[in-house]
């Protein structure tokens, strides 16, 4: 498969301990293991919904406002009692994943930690044929990923982290059609970049015209890099710094992502827009999938479909900014489509994961580049 992809409730019993006793009650039943039904995993289920599952769930997600919304939603509806701890790296979850996990239910995972997670043994096979909600997700959405690995699937598509070139209104009669807007030396002073040494190198790989996951000229890269430098005002590494040069009106152009530039531009008002560059942007996903020793994988289950139904999908938007991995148009305010809807003739390079040859040099690129 090329790697250029273009895109254009419920009544849940709540078991008193004498239904325990007797075994009266199917439905919501207390417990940690395999929750409900004893060791029970996720592919045991062969009917949807699940007859019986755990009262608990812990999650760990970094869409920490649709999250916190998902937590009081979804455990009113199936009477579950939801936490949520936040992450700002995904090796905070996967170094627990390799002591072997006993705490985490859901994990909003990034592709290339969930390929690892794959190759690793650490992931629950997901049982998507009779998951509901897998019907919203878009076909090439699931062909855009490598969750699902010999005709097994470990993870339903969250989320879709597009990489494009933010811009001020204001500042462009109209799009930017070219990476090349961040070396223009008319803008010196009014540009950025991020403080991220993959984003960075794919911007210059794909600015002189290499392959951003196999590029041929590292020396290029780092030179162009070099050159831009003192055009920068800065270089920025957190969210909210990045959408702040923009929010003040800082910066007229430079990377940022889909999500940050929503809320710059419909929470603060700010004159901004993204677009692909003619060179290409990098997008990946972001995942749910249940790690194995999870205390409650079958409540996991549930809450994973129930987060890719429609609703609850378009509420993640309506929240973060970042368009979910189902269908949502049908939801969205047409304010809201336009933003969302991706021109079919955009050239989007999904990011697969490096290899360790061309993550090392691009650390190295980066490292050289700060420090010129």
């Not at 049982?127 to 062909?143: G, R």
């Not at 994973?304 to 973060?320: D, G, H, I, R, V």
Request: proline fraction near 6%.
């Amino acid at each position: 498969m090329s790697r250029k992809q273009s895109f254009g409730r419920r009544e849940v019993l709540k078991t008193t301990g004498a239904a325990l006793a007797t075994g009266a009650v199917a439905g919501c039943l207390g417990g940690g293991g395999g929750g409900s039904g004893g060791d029970r995993v996720p592919m045991d289920i062969t009917e949807w919904p699940p007859e019986e599952y755990s009262s608990s769930l812990n999650m760990m997600n970094w869409y920490d406002d649709w999250a916190e919304w998902a937590m009081d939603e979804f455990g009113s509806e199936y009477d579950v009692e939801v936490s949520n701890e936040g992450f700002s790296s995904p090796d905070q979850w996967y170094s627990r994943l390799q002591a072997g996990n006993t705490e985490i239910d859901n994990i909003a995972a990034t592709t290339n930690w969930v390929e690892r997670s794959i190759n690793n043994d650490f992931l629950h096979e997901l049982p998507v044929d009779i998951m509901p909600a897998w019907e919203n997700v878009t076909d090439n959405i699931k062909e855009a990923s490598s969750y699902q690995q010999d005709g097994s699937t470990y993870a339903i598509p969250e989320a879709l982290v597009l990489y494009p070139l933010t811009y001020n209104t204001e500042a462009f009669d109209a799009a930017p059609e070219s990476w090349g807007v961040l070396w223009d030396e008319s803008l010196e002073g009014e540009i950025m970049m991020w403080d991220n040494s993959t984003v960075s190198c794919q911007i210059a790989a794909m600015y002189t015209g290499q392959d951003p996951i196999s590029p041929s000229d590292f020396d290029e890269i780092e030179e162009v890099l070099k050159q831009q430098k003192p055009l920068l005002r800065t270089y920025w590494g957190d969210y909210e710094q990045g959408m702040q040069l923009f929010v003040n009106e800082d910066v007229v152009a430079g990377p940022l992502t889909m999500g940050r530039t929503y809320t710059a531009r419909f929470s603060e008002g700010a004159p901004v827009n993204y677009t692909a560059p003619e060179e290409g942007a990098m997008f990946t996903s972001d995942l749910f999938v249940i790690p194995k020793g999870a205390p409650n994988p079958i409540t996991s289950l549930l809450f994973t479909n129930w987060a890719s139904e429609k609703p609850n999908a378009a509420q993640l938007f309506e929240t973060m900014g970042y368009k979910p991995g189902v269908d949502i148009q049908s939801e969205l305010s047409e304010q809201d489509r336009e933003f969302t809807t991706w021109p079919s003739d955009w050239n989007l390079v999904f990011s697969e994961t490096l290899s360790d040859d061309v993550r090392s040099r691009y650390d190295e690129i980066w490292t050289a580049v700060k420090a010129a």
